[in-house]
């Protein structure tokens, strides 16, 4: 296996972690929206979107050289295009689904809060 085609196989393990973060992302959400903290549980879902389109667009050009519908090294120069593109779109689309800062009080905080009379 040449370098091109070994850097390809590193490319799809890492998207396969990725997309294995953004089913993580979805049970967090999960999590957060049965304790009725909605906008979070929103956050988790659209970081979880982010995550997984990340990885299947970046998967594509990789598992094409894969299966030499692709010459490996042109796979490989379009994955590595395609990532530096990826993160600065990332970066950007991160910081709008951001949520508000205090989206949802922890329990915490919640729980020391003393009423005022």
């Not at 205090?102 to 003393?114: E, M, V």
């Amino acid at each position: 296996m040449d370098g091109a085609k070994a850097f390809l196989v590193v490319v799809v393990a890492v998207d396969a972690v990725q997309a294995a973060l953004a089913a993580t992302a979805v049970l967090h959400g999960a999590r957060r929206r049965g304790r009725g903290e909605h906008e979070l549980a929103g956050y988790s879902f659209r970081h979880a979107k982010l995550l997984l389109a990340g990885a299947v667009l970046l998967a594509v050009p990789a598992v094409l050289g894969l299966a030499g519908v692709l010459a490996a090294r042109t796979a490989a120069w379009v994955v590595i295009a395609c990532e530096v593109i990826g993160v600065a779109a990332a970066v950007r689309l991160h910081e709008r689904i951001r949520p508000s800062p205090g989206a949802a009080p922890t329990a915490a905080s919640s729980a020391s809060a003393t009423p005022t009379e």
